[in-house]
């Protein structure tokens, strides 16, 4: 498609082979077919888009906004791909260079060396598909969209659906209108979806949506309380009884109401009251209690 409205050169060449090859297409015709000294891989360059469709090129936006597209696209197949290097290079400069290594190493190469701290793994295998992956922290949350990223056996995929299972299993995590980063790979079944749901084939159906929901939902929050990304409890500071120590201790009250109960000790119902002097003691010491709690 690209070759039909662009001048494109392709040079390719596999492992074993001793030499590459190399194609120049314009407008869908080949106008050169040649060997070329080449490493193994890929390299396509793409120059003058819709050259051939004058008309087409009115619907190009800026450059910056066609470049931003371009890096999304880059972005999807990189992720996809993590055993495969990628090169990027935009006007000679270099954008990208990605080496071949684990999809942790890739997002931060893609993203940045921040990401390292804030990627948590997140991994479920079921009967029904297995999921893999990694999502970012809450506290690392941005205000906008664009780095989720959802991959259904390894083709990038959007889906509301699944984003939202993502974004409930945070729930009371994340702050006020953001979202999180997250790259999540579900293994399925083709047979169990439907990719002739959308042109692009950035839209598939599930047989049983509400499964999926309910395992990509739990494999989130497994993550998430794994390895400790709920907020936990600060022990040294005691939130629900923050007395004031400006007051006596309860410990001094209390001793005080139970010197006023000595008068019992002693009587000649001392055996008959032994218990009930518990009791009030034990009433005392309560009610004091609640009323310092209450006064707080």
């Known amino acids: 498609s690209i070759a039909a409205v662009a001048q494109v050169e392709l040079k390719t060449k596999t492992e074993e082979a001793e030499l590459g090859t190399c194609l120049q297409i314009e407008a869908s015709e080949v106008k050169k077919q040649t060997h070329v000294a080449q490493t193994k891989g890929t390299t396509i360059n793409v120059k003058n888009l819709f050259y051939n469709v004058p008309a087409r090129r009115n619907f190009l936006k800026s450059n910056p906004v066609e470049l931003r597209h371009i890096i999304d696209e880059f972005q999807r197949v990189a992720l996809a791909h993590p055993e495969v290097a990628f090169n990027f290079h935009q006007n ?32 479920e295998k079921t009967d029904q598909l297995g999921i893999k992956g990694y999502i970012g922290k809450p506290e690392y949350a941005k205000k906008t969209r664009g780095e989720q990223f959802f991959f259904v056996n390894d083709r990038f995929i959007k889906s509301g659906y699944l984003h939202h299972a993502v974004v409930n299993a945070f729930e009371g995590l994340l702050p006020t209108d953001t979202y999180p980063f997250y790259v999540l790979f579900i293994s399925i079944d083709p047979a169990r979806i439907d990719v002739n749901v959308h042109p692009t084939k950035t839209e598939i159906k599930f047989d049983d949506e509400r499964t999926i929901y309910g395992i990509m939902n739990a ?28 007051r006596r201790p309860v410990r001094d009250d209390f001793s005080v109401k139970q010197q006023n109960y000595q008068k019992f000790k002693g009587s000649s119902h001392q055996n008959e009251n032994s218990e009930w002097n518990k009791i009030l003691v034990s009433r005392t010491f309560i009610i004091n209690f609640t009323r310092n709690k209450m006064m707080i």
């Open 92 to 123: 000679d400069i270099d954008v990208y260079q990605l080496i071949a290594g684990k999809l942790s190493q890739r997002i931060v190469g893609l993203f940045g060396n921040s990401y390292k701290e804030q990627l948590v793994p997140v991994e």
């Open 219 to 246: 494999a989130i929050r497994q993550a998430i309380g794994a390895h400790n990304v709920s907020p936990s409890l600060d022990f040294e500071s005691d939130v629900n009884f923050s007395f004031d120590r400006s």
